[in-house]
Each structure stands twice: as structure tokens, then as C-alpha cells.
């Protein structure tokens, strides 16, 4: 790729390989609907891509990614899963874009949703908070109802009409398979305490990919230990398992390619940064990288080096050090791998710098674990 554009802007390396992968281990060993979390990576590309390998289901916050489903994935079924909803957009999901299953945390919600579609035919999903494992980001801090309250919004639901489910999040990026089990047990206690038959039961995602010091326990492990733990739910066989994998789906389904602008001593000046396709180093993601020269091999040592990116904003710079050739300098290009995740939708046009070229790489790249002394520090 490099050798025929010798692109001077970011170009996405899209990697269907890894992802129609990603989705078949799911439809393989998943015993549900799984549902992708269109927030992870909302390109239509990506959408086609995993819905043509069979995921029809799609995790939705808000009414703009319902309609992106609606346009891209003819016949594909969204679910709002966001606990708090505009009202606007309850109705405008319900009536023409088919969506039929609305989560809640809270009684404010469950009266909002019946207040603006009355007593319809939906599935009321109550999420409930478990316990923070171990995970890149608990997401039960800003939603999720404690026990009790999941057990009065079950009841609740029921009582105005609807049709009833239960979901949670393990969080983000968790590496413990035990975390889904644990979870899995809190949902139990809660449906024994409600005395509500629900007709599905989300186990989130949370779902973790390999990234530069962190290798996951193996997808088996997981699916495991969700067997074990809804195995000891005795669910009824009507009751549907669902899931909301993202970037489990998509992270090592695209790279980026950047170019060195320039080189002052340790630190080098790239075409790319946190305000456009590297805003996930922020929160703690540490990505792959690998040199690409045309002209001669990088050279045999290597070091790290502070990356800024192309803004003026003195903030613009990556707070973990990349391992490259000693000899790297402006005009080489840089491989930054697993952004298939979050990348995208948090990409920005701050200071007129805005990535936006795309291309197919048709076959699959694993990267390599990184050798003594390379792992990425802090500037």
C-alpha cells in the first residue's frame, strides 16, 4: 500500500480478514444474539462487512447510529441500550425504525417510556450494576440500578404491560472470565427476588483484544464461564442469551499508517495524534507499532521516541513512547496497529487535521509480541 500511494496523509488500513474472523468465533461459540456495539466503529464499511458475516443485531445509543443501522443493514434490528434517551428519539426508534427492546435503570425512565409510547408491544430491559472487575473501565459507575432497585423495575415494567428483560456490563476491555460468572449470579438473585419471567437476558460486552502488554486469557475461557453461569440460571428455553461485543469485533480490523514529519533528537512530529485517530492512547490503550521504509531496512537498533502529532495544541502528544529504528526520520512511515476499535468515532477536525482515507488490506497481520525492552513508557 505504501509503496503505491506513498500517501503524505493517515491512511486506514481496513482488515476484513480480521474481522469476518472475530465474528465467526462469536457466531461459533456464542449461544445467542450478538448484538455489536455500533459506538466501537460506526463506518458503514464495517457494518456491511460484519452484517454479510452474519451479525444482524446491533447495540444502539442514540437515534443517529439506529438510523445508520436502518440505512446501512437493510433488515437489521437495532436495541436502544442506552439508559437514558431522549424522548424524541423513543418514539422516532419505535415507530419507523422497528426498534422493540429499550433498557432502563431508573423509574424516571420507565415512566418517560410509557408516557411517549403507551402501553405498546416492547421489551423493557432493566440493567443492573455488578461489582467492578477487572477491567479498563467500569461502566456501572454511571449506570446501572443496585439489586433492589432492578427488582422494582422489573415488577414495575411488568405491571404497565411490557414484556421484560435483564442486562449488565462487566466493563470495558475485561480481562477476567470469572467477572461474566460473577455477574451472571448477581442477575439470578435478582430475577428470584422479582418473580418476573423475562424474555432475554444481556450479558453486555466488555469482551477483551490484545494490545501491547496485555494478552487476554483465551476467548474460550470466557465462553465458559458464560455457559457455567447461565447454566445455573435454569432459564426457560424461550428466554434469548444476547451479548454486545465491540471491540472484540473490530480492534485488530484496521491499522493506521502515519508519516514522520520531522525529527528533533528522541522526539518525532507525525501527521496524526490524539485529536484524530490516536484519542485511545489517552485512557490507557497501548497499540502496536512497526516501521515501514521503501528504500533500505530500518536500521537493527531500536529506542523509544516521544510522538507528537500535527496539531499546534502542545497537548497533541502521546503519553506512552513508541519502540522504532534508530534511524527512523521524516518520511518514513509508521504501522499502528488494533484501532479498529474507538479510533474512528473519536477522530476530530481540530485544527483542520482530519483522517479520512480508507483502504482494503487483504490479508490478516499479527503483530508480534514486542521484544525485552520495548514496552511503551511514559514520556
Known amino acids: 500500500m505504501v509503496d503505491t ?15 469476518r474472523a472475530a465474528a465467526a468465533r462469536f457466531m461459533e461459540r456464542f ?7 455500533v459506538k466501537s466503529n460506526p463506518l458503514p464499511e464495517v457494518l456491511g462487512l460484519l452484517s454479510d458475516a452474519g451479525v444482524r443485531h446491533f ?15 437493510p433488515g437489521g434490528q437495532s ?36 408516557q411517549e409510547l403507551g402501553p405498546v408491544e416492547a421489551v423493557v430491559m432493566v440493567r443492573v450494576a455488578t461489582a467492578a472487575g477487572d477491567a479498563q473501565f467500569n461502566l456501572s459507575g454511571k449506570f446501572g440500578a443496585p439489586p433492589d432497585t432492578a427488582v422494582a423495575l422489573l415488577r ?5 404491560g411490557y414484556r421484560c428483560g435483564l442486562c449488565f456490563h462487566v466493563g470495558s476491555q475485561c480481562t477476567a472470565p470469572n467477572a461474566f460468572g460473577a455477574a451472571l449470579g448477581d442477575a439470578g438473585e435478582v430475577l428470584a427476588a422479582a418473580g418476573v419471567a423475562i424474555e432475554c437476558l444481556d450479558i453486555g460486552g466488555g469482551f477483551p483484544s490484545r494490545y501491547v502488554g496485555v494478552e487476554p486469557p483465551a476467548f474460550d ?3 465458559d464461564a458464560i455457559d457455567r453461569g447461565v447454566a445455573a440460571l435454569d432459564l426457560p428455553p424461550e428466554c434469548v442469551l444476547m451479548c454486545e461485543p465491540g471491540r472484540a469485533l473490530v480492534a485488530d480490523g484496521l491499522s493506521l499508517v502515519v508519516q514522520v514529519r520531522a525529527r528533533r533528537d528522541g522526539d518525532l512530529y507525525i501527521n496524526d495524534g490524539i485529536y484524530g485517530s490516536l484519542g485511545g492512547v489517552t485512557v490507557g490503550m497501548e497499540f502496536p507499532a512497526r516501521q515501514v521504509r521503501l528504500d533500505g ?26 519502540w522504532l529504528a534508530d534511524d527512523v526520520g521524516e518520511g518514513d512511515w509508521i504501522e499502528i496497529g488494533q484501532l479498529g476499535a474507538y479510533a474512528i468515532p473519536l477522530r476530530t477536525s481540530f485544527n483542520g487535521f482530519y483522517p479520512d482515507t480508507f483502504v482494503n488490506i487483504a490479508r490478516r497481520y499479527e503483530w508480534p509480541a514486542p521484544p525485552p525492552g520495548a514496552a511503551q513508557q511514559t514520556p
Request: with cysteine.
Open 5 to 19: 500511494l506513498r500517501p503524505s496523509e493517515p491512511v486506514y488500513c481496513l482488515r476484513p480478514v480480521a474481522m
Open 31 to 37: 449461544p445467542g444474539q450478538i448484538l455489536y456495539a
Open 59 to 73: 447495540d444502539t445509543a442514540s437515534i443517529a447510529e439506529i438510523e445508520l443501522v436502518s440505512r446501512e443493514v
Open 79 to 114: 436495541y436502544f441500550m442506552h439508559p437514558v434517551k431522549d424522548r424524541a428519539a423513543i418514539r422516532d426508534a419505535y415507530a419507523h425504525h422497528g426498534v422493540r427492546h429499550l433498557v432502563i435503570d431508573h423509574v424516571d425512565e420507565l415512566h418517560k417510556i410509557h
Open 156 to 160: 414495575a415494567a411488568r405491571g404497565l
Open 221 to 223: 475461557a470466557f465462553m
Open 297 to 322: 531496512a530500518p536500521d537493527a537498533d531500536r529506542r523509544h521516541f516521544r510522538i507528537f502529532g500535527p496539531t499546534c495544541d502542545g497537548l497533541d502528544v502521546l503519553p506512552r513512547l513508541l
